[in-house]
């Protein structure tokens, strides 16, 4: 991120006076900013001036997802049974479905990588 010292409409920023940054999920290099809590927002980008975005697709790299131990398992598991539940009741299809095994990882990815 470029700490720019000016905002969009060529007024020098004052980071040290900021009191109210408020950002929008639809410009994600974009920070609206107020200096005081009374006023309008100010705008400021972080855009560098010749960045493109650019759509980067990734292939897989397992054909099925890692398992993991069974001790971290069934510690993710424990986290249901607590008093009070660290977790709700809306994620317990998630952590009951992860695939976990006794040991040996090493193995598991070898397998994987062999099909």
């Known amino acids: 991120m470029i700490a720019r010292k000016k905002d969009k409409i060529s007024n020098e920023v004052l980071w040290q006076k900021m009191c109210w940054q408020r950002f929008n999920k639809s410009q994600p290099f974009v920070m609206e900013f107020k200096e005081t809590f009374h006023g309008e927002f100010r ?4 855009n560098k001036r010749n960045r493109r975005l ?19 398992y069934y510690d993710l598991i424990s986290l249901f049974t607590m008093n009070p539940p660290a977790l709700g009741d809306v994620y317990k299809p998630f952590y009951y479905s992860l695939p976990h095994h006794n040991g040996g990882i090493e193995n598991e990815i070898a397998e994987d990588e062999n099909e």
Not at 43 to 46: A, E, G, K, P, R
Not at 54 to 72: D, F, N, V, Y
């Open 43 to 46: 705008t400021l980008d972080f």
């Open 54 to 72: 650019s759509q980067t697709s990734l292939k897989m790299l397992h054909k099925r997802p890692i398992p993991i131990t069974q001790q971290k």
